[in-house]
C-alpha cells in the first residue's frame, strides 16, 4: 500500500475534549453505529473481544464495527474524516467518527469505497493513538494514512472501527465516562442494541450481527407494536406531535421501560430512559418498552443525553401527558385489573373509603399488592372477612416500608408468589409512596457526596482528620443497616480501652514506599488513620461491636495492612478480658484502594465466603467478621442495595457545594471554600 500523511483540520472551537463528551462508553459507542446507518449500512457487524481474566479489568479487550454502508473514498478521507467542526455532516459538528476516542486510546479506521475522482474502487487504512496527542495542537499533527486502488471494479464498500488500548483497563481509576458499561456484556450487548434500535431490528431495516450472531426481531418481540400519537402544547403553546410506539418485549423483566428518541441526523436514538409503572400496569402484562419522540425533543437532548435539560416546569408537564398516555394504554388492555379495582373500590373494608391515604401512589401500591392477593386467596370473592384486619395491616406495612415481613411471616405467600411481589417491588415505581423514600434520596445523595470527598478534587485539601471523621461518625449506614440511627454512645469503657490499646499495637503507623501502600499522587499528609467502633443491640438481642479503622487516603492496603487486621482479630479471639456470650465483632478495614497484592488476596479470600458478600475472614473461636474494603465497593455497595429506588425516586443531587455548606458548614476552612467553589 501507499502511504501519504495529512493533518486534521478544525476551527478553533473544537478542542480534543469534544472527541469525549458523550455521558458514558455505550452511548459513544451508539455513535459509531449511528455513523453506520446514516452510511445507509444495511448490515452492521459487531465483534467484542472478551477477556475474562483479572489482568483486563473491563472484561474487554477490543471493539470492532464493520458495516457494509457506502464507506469513505481516498479522494474524500481528508474532508469526510479529518475535517472537524465543518458542515461536513448536517446538524452536528463531524466529531461522532472519533467517539471512539472515550472508549479507547487508540483507533483504527478499515475503509474500502468507490473513488468517483480517480473512478476505481480505494481502500484506506487509517489510525490514531491519543497518546500521541497530548498536549499537542490537533492540527500540528502529521497523521499517516495507508491507501491502495482496485482496478477490479466489483469490490464491495465498507467501512470498519477498531478499538483498542480501552481507558477502563489501562487507568487505575478510570472515569466514569470512560467505564465500560454493562451493556457491552455478552449477556447483554444484544438486549441493549435492541432497546436503542427497535425500529430497525423490528422493520429489518437494519441487520446487526453480534460476534457472528445475528439478531432476529423475534428474539424480542411477542407480537406487533401499537402506535398512538398525542398532541402537546408546551409552555409558550406551541403544539408538538409526540408519538408512541408500545412493544411487548420476550422478556422476564416483567416491567415497563420508557425511552426518549431524538432524531440524530436521522437516527433516531435513545437520549433519555427510566423504569415506569403505570397505575394499571401489572406484571403479568408482560414487559413493555414504549419509545417516545417529538420534533419537541431536539439534537440538544441527544448531546446532553439528559431529558431534565427542557427545564423543570416543562419536564413535569411532559411527564405527566407520557404517564396519562401510558396509563390509558394498559387500562384499556388490562381489563382483569380494572375489574378487581372497580370490585375493590367498593368493598366495605377497603381502607380509603373514609380517610384518604399519604400520597396517591400509596394507595396504587395498596392496590396492586391487593390485587396479587386476590389472584392467590381470592379474599373478595370467597368473601373472606381477614379483610377487616388484613386490609389495615397492608396498608400499616406499605406506610411503614415492612411489606414483605408481613406477606411472608403472616399470609404465608408460596415461594412463587412471594418472588413475584419481590419482583413487583424491585421492578416498578411503588417504593415512590413508601415514608423512608425520602431517606432513600438522602441516602443516595451522600453517597455521591461521600465519593466527591474521597476521589473527587476537594479530597485534596480536605486536610483535617475531623472533617471526614465528623461526616462518617453521623452516617454509620453505610457500614450495615442495623447501624442506620444508632446513638452514639458506647456502654462499656473497659471494651473500648482494650480496643483502643490493641489498636495503637497493631494497627498504628506510617505507609511506605518499601511496604508498597504509599499512595503519593496528592499531597494528604495531614490526614491521618481514623478508628473508631460503635455497638447495636440487634433484633436477635445479640451485641454486635463494629470496629472500623479507616487508612488515610495516602495509604493503600497491601500486605501490611491485612497482617495487621488478621493479628488484630487473632488477638481479640483470644483475649480473656473481651466477652464473648451473645456478642459479634465485626470489623472493617477501609481505604480509598487495594494495591495489587491486597486484590489478588481479598479476592481469594472473598471466595470462601460467597455466602457473606465483602467478607474477608471469620473467626471460629469467637463471633469476629472481618471486612476489607475498598470505599468505592463500600459506595457502591449501598448505591446496589439502594438501586431498586435509585431508578424511580425523582432525584435532584444537591451539589457537593451545597451539601457542605448547609451540613457542614463548621469544617469549612479557605482551602475547602474555594475548591467547593470549582466542584460546586
Not at 90 to 113: H, P, W, Y
Not at 166 to 188: A, G, M, S
Request: hydrophobic share 35%; aromatic share 12%.
Amino acid at each position: 500500500m501507499k502511504t501519504t500523511s495529512e493533518r486534521i483540520t478544525t476551527n478553533t472551537r473544537v478542542i480534543k475534549s469534544h472527541f469525549t463528551k458523550y455521558g458514558d462508553t455505550f452511548k459513544a459507542f451508539k455513535e459509531l453505529i449511528n455513523n453506520s446507518i446514516q452510511a445507509d449500512a444495511k448490515n452492521i457487524s459487531i465483534d467484542i473481544t472478551y477477556n475474562p481474566t483479572i489482568t483486563c479489568k473491563s472484561g474487554i479487550e477490543k471493539i470492532s464495527i464493520t458495516d457494509d454502508g457506502h464507506g469513505v473514498s481516498k479522494s474524500n478521507f481528508k474532508t469526510t474524516i479529518l475535517e472537524i467542526g465543518t458542515n461536513v455532516k448536517n446538524n452536528g459538528q463531524g466529531i461522532g467518527r472519533f467517539s471512539s476516542f472515550q472508549i479507547g486510546e487508540l483507533m483504527k479506521i478499515d475503509t474500502v469505497a468507490y473513488d468517483e475522482k480517480e473512478s476505481k474502487f480505494s481502500k484506506t487504512v487509517f489510525g490514531i493513538d491519543t497518546t500521541d496527542l497530548e498536549d499537542i495542537a490537533l492540527e500540528n499533527v502529521d497523521l499517516k494514512i495507508d491507501y491502495d486502488f482496485f482496478e477490479n471494479s466489483n469490490e464491495n464498500s465498507y467501512y470498519k472501527v477498531e478499538i483498542e488500548n480501552l481507558h477502563h483497563n489501562i487507568q487505575h481509576k478510570p472515569l466514569k465516562k470512560n467505564r465500560i458499561t454493562n451493556n457491552f456484556l455478552l449477556e447483554n450487548i444484544g438486549q441493549s442494541l435492541f432497546e436503542n434500535y427497535p425500529y430497525e431490528i423490528f422493520n429489518s431495516k437494519v441487520n446487526f450481527t453480534i460476534n457472528g450472531n445475528y439478531l432476529k426481531k423475534e428474539d424480542f418481540v411477542a407480537e406487533t407494536p401499537s402506535f398512538k400519537q398525542v398532541i402537546y402544547i408546551d409552555k409558550r403553546g406551541k403544539n408538538h406531535e409526540i408519538n408512541f410506539y408500545f412493544y411487548n418485549i420476550k422478556s422476564q423483566l416483567n416491567k415497563v421501560k420508557v425511552f426518549f428518541q431524538t432524531d440524530n441526523a436521522g437516527v433516531k436514538s435513545v437520549a433519555h430512559e427510566y423504569t415506569y409503572s403505570s397505575d394499571w400496569y401489572t406484571p403479568d402484562l408482560g414487559t413493555w418498552f414504549i419509545y417516545v419522540d417529538s420534533n419537541f425533543f431536539d439534537i440538544d437532548l441527544f448531546r446532553n443525553l439528559d431529558i431534565e435539560s427542557l427545564g423543570e416546569e416543562e419536564i413535569k408537564n411532559l411527564k405527566s401527558e407520557v404517564k396519562n398516555t401510558i396509563n390509558e394504554f394498559f387500562k384499556n388492555r388490562n381489563k382483569k385489573f380494572e375489574k378487581f379495582i372497580t370490585s375493590l373500590e367498593s368493598d366495605k373494608y377497603y381502607p380509603y373509603r373514609e380517610e384518604r391515604p399519604a400520597s396517591d401512589l400509596q394507595e396504587i401500591v395498596f392496590k396492586k399488592i391487593a390485587y396479587l392477593l386476590e389472584d392467590e386467596h381470592h379474599l373478595i370473592q370467597s368473601d373472606n372477612k381477614i379483610r377487616t384486619f388484613l386490609y389495615p395491616l397492608l396498608d400499616k406495612t406499605i406506610s411503614n416500608g415492612n411489606i414483605e415481613y408481613i406477606f411472608s411471616k403472616i399470609l404465608k405467600l408460596s415461594d412463587e408468589n412471594l418472588e413475584k411481589f419481590n419482583s413487583l417491588l424491585q421492578k416498578t415505581e411503588l417504593e415512590d409512596v413508601i415514608h423512608f423514600a425520602s431517606q432513600v434520596s438522602e441516602k443516595l445523595e451522600f453517597l455521591n457526596f461521600l465519593h466527591e470527598i474521597i476521589y473527587g478534587e476537594i479530597s485534596n485539601v480536605l486536610k483535617e482528620r475531623s472533617q471526614l471523621h465528623k461526616i462518617i461518625e453521623n452516617e454509620l449506614w453505610v457500614f450495615g443497616e442495623n447501624y442506620n440511627g444508632t446513638p452514639h454512645l458506647w456502654s462499656d469503657k473497659k471494651i473500648g480501652n482494650i480496643l483502643d490499646e490493641l489498636h495503637s499495637k497493631f494497627l498504628d503507623y506510617e505507609p511506605t514506599k518499601d511496604d508498597e501502600n504509599l499512595i503519593e499522587e496528592n499531597n494528604l499528609d495531614d490526614i491521618t488513620d481514623l478508628f473508631f467502633y460503635n455497638e447495636k443491640i440487634t433484633d436477635s438481642d445479640e451485641k454486635e461491636i463494629m470496629i472500623v479503622e479507616l487508612k488515610s487516603p495516602k495509604c493503600a492496603i497491601g500486605l501490611k495492612e491485612l497482617n495487621q487486621i488478621d493479628r488484630y482479630a487473632f488477638t481479640l479471639e483470644q483475649h480473656s478480658a473481651l466477652p464473648s456470650d451473645k456478642v459479634k465483632y465485626k470489623l472493617i478495614l477501609v481505604s480509598s484502594r487495594l494495591n495489587a497484592y491486597a486484590k489478588s488476596k481479598v479476592k481469594s479470600q472473598r471466595e470462601l465466603y460467597r455466602e457473606t458478600p465483602y467478607l474477608f475472614d471469620k473467626k471460629t473461636e469467637r463471633n469476629i467478621e472481618v471486612y476489607v474494603m475498598s470505599w468505592a465497593e463500600i459506595i457502591e455497595l449501598n448505591k446496589r442495595k439502594l438501586g431498586y429506588l435509585h431508578q424511580q425516586l425523582e432525584i435532584k443531587d444537591k451539589s457537593v457545594k451545597e451539601k457542605f455548606e448547609e451540613e457542614y458548614p463548621q469544617l469549612i476552612d479557605e482551602k475547602v471554600h474555594a475548591q467547593l467553589r470549582i466542584v460546586g
